[in-house]
């Protein structure tokens, strides 16, 4: 049995995606035999009837709105949050986390100060991933082909050399929140504002007609190539987490040669962007043929619709034995560092 805080919550758009990833995770764990106490990162350590009203295991179909984000942030915990005797007890953090506050290195950080042991990717890969505009460029230097982009304000032939259709999202945002796609030029600046509302940058990128694919990674190892077919044009926020809204196939219906390709493509991703334990790289398979990057995510969702635990499935590894894998990594870098860690007062 390990003493484990499961931290989730936030104040984040992606708020309700991180309550109802930590139901799952919080569910297997205990069924594992773990100590679990769940902790949010705006209020702190969860009673059960605190648990029972937040650990929802359905997302709504619309983020939380700016005034209740804007709430939220002000009572974001930060540094507090490692002194709670929940979190600083723990012989592990698992992070259901998402969005800046929970992906972007902050929290790892403050973790890695502290000297407790957690979850998924470190404070560097956490920051380069969480930058969609830093994550870009690391994959063009790494050989991995991702859409071509420009950053908010461009010239007006920057932005024209991309082409119509365009994709416009906030830099530092996930679930597709923030997001438009853009078919007119007229379209492009009230776009621009959606996703401001959001982030401080904002990144125009070619769309790219195709299919929607993404590659599983646990253990420096690419799982199961999944496709998705949502019923709307991109797997948007509704999507994502509205139970029939989408059709996602595990493994892709596609050819074993392009989907080794896919998988070396997401562990070069992975590997470029300096993660560990887990994440999950997306991509875009063109009409031409050829595949582009989107993003990895360092703290992929674990909802009961998510994508990683299907492509974890696909694999033959079930939610519960996905969870153990994890905590496992962690904890065995934990073990490893200490042991590397001389004596005190040597």
Not at 205 to 227: K, N
């Amino acid at each position: 049995m390990t003493r484990i805080a499961v931290v989730t919550g936030g104040s984040s758009p992606e708020r309700d995606v991180a309550f109802a990833g930590a139901a799952q995770v919080v569910g297997a764990l205990r069924t594992q035999g773990h100590d679990v106490t769940v902790v949010d990162t705006t209020a702190g350590a969860l009673s059960p009837d605190d648990e029972a009203r937040l650990l929802r295991t359905t997302v709504p179909t619309t983020p939380p709105d700016a005034a209740e984000l804007a709430a939220l942030a002000r009572d974001e915990l930060r540094a507090a949050l490692v002194a709670l005797p929940a979190v600083r007890d723990a012989e592990l953090v698992f992070l259901v986390v998402h969005g800046r506050q929970g992906e972007g290195g902050e929290l790892q950080a403050l973790l890695d100060t502290a000297g407790i042991p957690y979850t998924g990717s470190g404070m560097l890969g956490s920051a380069l991933a969480m930058d969609k505009d830093v994550a870009k460029r690391i994959f063009h230097q790494a050989g991995v082909p991702t859409p071509e982009w420009v950053m908010w304000p461009a010239s007006e032939s920057a932005i024209e050399a991309l082409g119509l259709p365009l994709v416009v999202k906030p830099v530092k945002v996930g679930s597709t929140v923030g997001l438009t796609i853009v078919r007119t030029q007229r379209e492009l600046r009230p776009a621009v504002n959606v996703a401001a509302r959001y982030d401080d940058e904002v990144m125009i990128e070619r769309f790219i007609p195709g299919r929607e694919l993404t590659v599983g990674i646990l253990d420096d190892r690419a799982l199961a190539v999944g496709e998705i077919v949502p019923r709307h044009e991109i797997f948007d926020y509704e999507c994502k987490y509205t139970p029939g809204m989408s059709e996602e196939i595990f493994p892709a219906d596609i050819p074993a040669e392009t989907a080794t390709h896919l998988q070396t493509l997401a562990l070069a991703a992975h590997r470029a962007l300096k993660l560990r334990d887990f994440s999950r790289v997306d991509f875009r398979l063109g009409d031409d043929g050829m595949a582009y990057c989107l993003e990895a995510n360092t703290l992929p969702g674990l909802t009961g619709t998510s994508l990683l635990p299907q492509s974890a499935a696909a694999a033959g590894i079930g939610f519960a034995a996905l969870c153990e894998a994890i905590c496992r990594s962690a904890l065995d870098r934990a073990l490893r560092a200490a042991e590397q860690s001389p004596a005190l007062g040597e």
